[in-house]
């Protein structure tokens, strides 16, 4: 098995093989989540306008995303886990738009096949990759705003990397307690609890806490989020 770690939408343009398009703060854990809490469907879309439009046709939906961090604007949530903790989110299906992992997601199509990766289920990702033992396995970090790199994409992805060639980082969970010093700052910045509440810091960074993937299924509709148990 063949691994190699990209970067950003360039990367996930790159990226071959099977390609774990990873978003930890937050895309990836928040849709981890919502299959946690019994959400039937989750419907990745790139644009506000096709989730909106979507939602019109489908009232009973959910409209989760966010852009610059902030829940959009007639949407049901925004990107955050810990506010669909207060959420009936059982038998939903629900629309999805982010600035970054989401867009991943959608500019993978040289890849083989797509999955999503988040701290939350990294061993599980490991697992099912070891399992379906593809050529080649293309990490990739989406970052900020798919615009620049953030430490808790880039420590998925070497999280994953380690578990895949036998050698799990031995110093994974101190690494996970300084990104509330790196990227994870503003979840701690009582100027940003509106949009980055500290809650999430926690679920986000929760690591190998669900035992299945998320794979992007091509769909006549669109793209579609299959929960795969691992």
Do not use: W
């Not at 099977?18 to 990836?28: C, G, K, Y």
């Amino acid at each position: 098995m063949e691994i190699e770690i990209l970067h950003l939408l360039d990367g996930a343009r790159k990226a071959t093989g099977t390609a774990v398009v990873i978003d930890v703060f937050r895309a990836f854990s928040l849709e981890a989540y919502f299959y946690q809490r019994g959400a039937a469907l989750i419907l990745p879309v790139q644009t506000v306008q096709e989730a909106l439009d979507l939602k019109k046709a489908h009232p009973e939906y959910l409209l989760a995303g966010e852009r610059h961090g902030a829940k959009v604007e007639g949407f049901d949530v925004g990107n955050s886990p810990s506010a669909i903790m207060k959420l009936d989110v059982k038998g939903k299906t629900v629309i999805h738009t982010t600035s970054a992992g989401v867009q991943g997601l959608l500019a993978a199509s040289k890849a083989d096949e797509v999955i999503s990766g988040a701290l939350v289920n990294a061993a599980a990702i490991a697992r099912y990759l070891q399992k379906q033992n593809p050529a080649h396995v293309s990490l990739v970090c989406m970052g900020l705003e798919a615009k620049r790199d953030t430490e808790e994409d880039v420590l998925c992805a070497q999280y994953i990397k380690s578990m895949l060639e036998g050698c799990p980082l031995a110093d994974i969970d101190a690494r996970i307690e300084q990104l509330r010093f790196q990227e994870g700052k503003k979840f701690f910045d009582p100027a940003q609890q509106d949009r980055f509440p500290q809650a999430d810091f926690g679920l986000c960074t929760k690591r190998d806490c669900m035992n299945f993937v998320l794979q992007a299924q091509q769909t006549e509709k669109g793209i579609q989020m299959v929960k795969i148990d691992a």
